[in-house]
Antibody
Framework: EVQLVESGGGLVQPGGSQRLSCAASGFTLSDYTMHWVRQAPGKGLEYVAAVSHDGGSTYYGSSVKGRFTISRDNSENTVYLQMDSLRPEDTAVYYC?????????WGQGTLVTVSS | EIVVTQSPATLSLSPGERATLSCRASQSLSNYLAWYQQKPGQAPRLLIYDASKRATGIPARFSGSGSGTDFTLTISSLDPEDFAVYYCQQRRNSPLTFGGGTKVENK
């Protein structure tokens, strides 16, 4: 059974950093491009970042470019999102998703709250 | 960045009725468009990819059409479990932008 489990969310102060993890199981992680998508409370979906199957290429949404870094460790079956210089507007549920056609599997999400 | 616009924002319909949701892109996507359904407190679920291909396990009452800049998601006969928010996403160019969503509510 395919599973994606996010962790690392919580309360962080503006200007701070947080690292999210997405643990993958039930499939061969190295076969897939992986993504992070977020959703602010009561709002729609926003593309955050993507990393190619081998980690060689990364892509970012315009609102996080230069502040967030996506990476992966296929040997550990984990995808990461390093978030620096956090702002209150980064408050959201962060989802990890697998790309096949569209996003065919999603995690349950982890909430990041940026507030003093 | 490709801008994706969904309409209407809200659709008020009754069970058994037909739902037609629109998605328009600021430039041609060919057929690189996906549709998702999201219910409160849940992660989104993939319904349609490549504009018209149903994802695994998706009922036949969901269908997608269109190419280029104009796309449609049709639910042929609304089931009570279909009341939710629907998003389209362009997969033509990074960043893979989403539309703002259409809420299908029970009239």
């Amino acid at each position: 059974e395919v599973q994606l489990v996010e962790s690392g969310g919580g309360l962080v102060q503006p200007g701070g950093s947080q690292r999210l993890s997405c643990a993958a199981s039930g499939f061969t992680l190295s076969d897939y491009t992986m993504h992070w998508v977020r959703q602010a409370p009561g709002k729609g979906l926003e593309y955050v970042a993507a990393v190619s199957h081998d980690g060689g290429s990364t892509y970012y949404g315009s609102s996080v470019k230069g502040r967030f870094t996506i990476s992966r460790d296929n040997s550990e079956n984990t995808v990461y999102l390093q978030m620096d210089s956090l702002r209150p507007e980064d408050t959201a549920v962060y989802y990890c998703a697998r790309e096949k056609g569209g996003y065919d599997y999603w995690g349950q999400g982890t909430l990041v709250t940026v507030s003093s | 960045e490709i801008v994706v616009t969904q309409s209407p924002a809200t659709l008020s319909l009754s069970p058994g009725e037909r739902a037609t949701l629109s998605c328009r892109a600021s430039q041609s996507l060919s057929n690189y468009l996906a549709w998702y359904q999201q219910k409160p407190g849940q992660a989104p679920r993939l319904l349609i990819y490549d504009a018209s291909k149903r994802a695994t396990g998706i009922p036949a009452r969901f269908s997608g059409s269109g190419s280029g800049t104009d796309f449609t998601l049709t639910i042929s006969s609304l089931d009570p479990e279909d009341f939710a928010v629907y998003y389209c996403q362009q997969r033509r160019n990074s960043p893979l932008t989403f539309g703002g969503g259409t809420k299908v509510e029970n009239k």
